[in-house]
């Protein structure tokens, strides 16, 4: 009866259709054999250019710190079983769709099969007994990568802004040994020393600022910190404090960049993790403890009366958000400022520019918005002389 169905079927369908010339059969053979041509060159091509950057500096499977490290080794046997998923579905369609294919002189529809109980549950079962193999290494990561740190960690606030990052050393010792001791603050790059585990705690800036100003919703965005080789990614959200662990084993400089989409710079909200050696981290918290360096230098001077007064003709002033320790700048609005020279501190603005790059810093000053476009730094319309001045004042704080 069945038989009689399908035969009855293929009948209709085949007289539903004019069979088409066997030359128009070529052809559509031919435009489906280039399109796969196409695809295949693509594919070929993605694959190589996925492989052009073998020592790319923010690369996962090559962690440089116990942390990255254990999420390697959850990443690795759970890649190989996606794998064998993979090969073992795909593969399976692979040689039904090769075996039971149309053939010539074929010409009626197979006998139909509506369920099959024992296959069904079979592959019900398998995929749970899978997941649960994948979950046992995953929770027991989650677990370990949530634990305390221990008692000598050393604790960052990592403070998200639009569009770049501000660090700030919680540690009693970590305060300043001028005024009344404040935190020591960076922006842009992270100093730590090697060997050591740090307690990062992320917390989305302008929390305040928006209580008090609801307008300011700029503030209201979700970042993401991340730094591949050194620790796995973590979101910065306004109203609420994430932690994370890292450690780098050995000193070096580990890049990473805000992983959320957060406004018109995100691509360009950069940062950097500088780990020291024990030697240099002393020398380097000693000389953060301390006021920046004003040189004698005439320009520098003038440069820090520019920086320090609000600019002539109502066009506000530098201090309105930069902080340069022991001075009048105070404001955390922006990046801190008090150490800007300083060779840890390699990169300014998201990290977009090299701090020593004196061009991109005076086109940064002459016109933020052309350079960074929605940036926050307002154009004060700096005449060149100004210009000149506060590049010499900002290089001379070391
Ligand atoms: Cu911050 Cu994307």
Redesign the pocket.
């Known amino acids: 009866m069945r038989r009689q169905v399908a035969r009855d079927l293929g009948d209709t369908v085949r007289a539903g259709s004019p069979s088409p010339s066997s030359e128009e059969l070529r052809e559509t053979e031919g435009t489906v054999r280039k399109r796969l041509l196409w695809a295949a060159a693509a594919i070929g091509l993605l694959l190589l250019l996925g492989a052009c950057s073998p020592d790319a500096s923010q690369d996962t499977l090559q962690p440089k710190g116990p942390y990255a490290e254990k999420l390697k080794d959850l990443f690795i046997p759970v890649f190989w079983v996606a794998v064998f998923v993979f090969v073992v579905v795909e593969g399976g369609i692979i040689w039904i769709t090769i075996r039971y294919r149309h053939r010539k002189g074929r010409d009626r529809i197979p006998a139909q099969t509506h369920g099959n109980t024992r296959l069904e549950i079979g592959w019900t079962i398998a995929p749970a007994l899978i997941l649960a193999g994948v979950m046992v290494p995953t929770i027991a990561g989650i677990w370990d990568l949530a634990r305390k740190p221990p008692e000598d960690a050393l604790k960052v606030t990592v403070e998200?802004f639009?569009?770049w990052w501000g660090f700030e050393y919680t540690d009693e010792d970590m305060q300043t040994e001028y005024g009344d001791g404040k935190p020591i603050r960076t922006a842009d790059v992270l100093v730590i020393p090697e060997d050591r585990v740090v307690y990062l705690s992320l917390v989305g800036a302008g929390g305040d600022i928006v209580k008090d100003d609801p307008a300011a919703t700029d503030y209201m965005?979700?970042?993401?910190f991340w730094i591949p080789e050194l620790a796995g990614k973590q979101d910065?959200v306004p109203g609420r404090t994430n932690h994370i662990l890292m450690q780098a084993d050995d000193p070096g400089m580990y890049e990473g960049?805000?992983?959320?989409?957060?406004?018109l710079?995100?691509?360009r909200?950069l940062v950097r993790v500088r780990a020291l050696s024990a030697e240099d981290w002393d020398a380097w918290v000693t000389n953060q403890k301390a006021p920046g360096v004003t040189s004698s230098d005439p320009l520098a001077r003038q440069g820090m009366d520019l920086f320090l007064e609000p600019l002539s003709e109502g066009r506000g002033s530098c201090i309105e958000c930069h902080t340069v320790g022991d001075t009048d700048a105070t404001s955390q609005a922006g990046p801190e400022l008090t150490h800007f020279a300083d060779p840890t501190h390699e990169c300014f603005a998201g990290c977009i520019w090299e701090t020593t790059d004196r061009e991109a810093l005076e086109s940064w000053l002459r016109d933020p918005d052309a350079v960074k476009m929605g940036s926050k730094m307002p154009d004060y319309d700096l005449t060149e002389e100004e210009i000149d001045a506060l590049v010499a004042y900002l290089y001379s704080l070391k």
């Open positions: 998200g639009q569009w965005v979700i970042h993401s910065v960049q805000c992983a959320e989409f957060c406004g710079q995100h691509g909200m």
